[in-house]
């Protein structure tokens, strides 16, 4: 049961937690081991984060999951893993991510990682069935992980920082 676990919670997807990297890597201070240590605090919170958005995601597609040819083989529509476990973790991965995301001694990385929750979790359950929004959405969630890194860190983001990342998810995004 734990490859089933661990495979619904798509850690292929954590690339994309990567742009957490974006501001500190810009702001020259990865080299700076107490930095690179917090700015990957902040990318193990938005792993976590995302992994429990991935849980209630699958949970509240069951039902066409199950009746894909492909999704159907995901662990929850395939019955791998027992409802009750995957809500439970849908519950304890965000606010493990938060936690996490409080060790990077900034309330302002738990205030970013919290709004990424709140955000696509929105997009889960009803978000995503309205299709500019739903663009929008999957964008600011990218954003909202650059924005992350940045405030771990304590390092500001210039408008064109902001505006390169904008426009480069929404480009993603489309």
């Known amino acids: ?6 495979r619904a919670l798509r850690p292929k997807q954590w690339l994309k937690n990567i742009l957490v990297f974006a501001a500190p890597g810009a702001a020259g201070v990865l080299d700076n ?9 902040a990318f193990i919170a938005f792993c976590l984060a995302a992994s429990g958005i991935y849980v209630w995601n699958d949970l509240n597609d069951l039902d066409s999951d199950r009746a894909h040819p492909t999704k159907r083989n995901r662990p929850f529509a395939a019955g791998l893993v027992p409802l009750g476990l995957a809500r439970m973790m849908g519950v304890v991965l ?7 995301a409080g060790s990077t001694g900034r309330w302002e990385t738990v205030a970013v990682v919290a709004a990424y929750i709140v955000l696509a979790l929105s997009y ?8 500019i929004i739903a ?4 964008a600011s969630g990218f954003v909202l992980r650059a924005a992350g ?3 771990a860190v304590d390092v500001p983001m210039s408008r064109w920082f902001v505006l390169c990342v904008t426009f480069g998810s929404l480009f993603i995004v489309v």
Do not use: H, R
């Open 135 to 138: 663009l929008l959405a999957v």
């Open 94 to 100: 965000p606010v493990a991510a938060l936690a996490v």
């Open 124 to 131: 889960t359950f009803k978000l995503k069935e309205i299709a």
């Open 149 to 151: 890194g940045a405030v």
């Open 1 to 6: 049961m734990m490859a089933p676990m661990l």
């Open 33 to 41: 081991a107490s930095d690179f240590w917090t700015t990957t605090i």
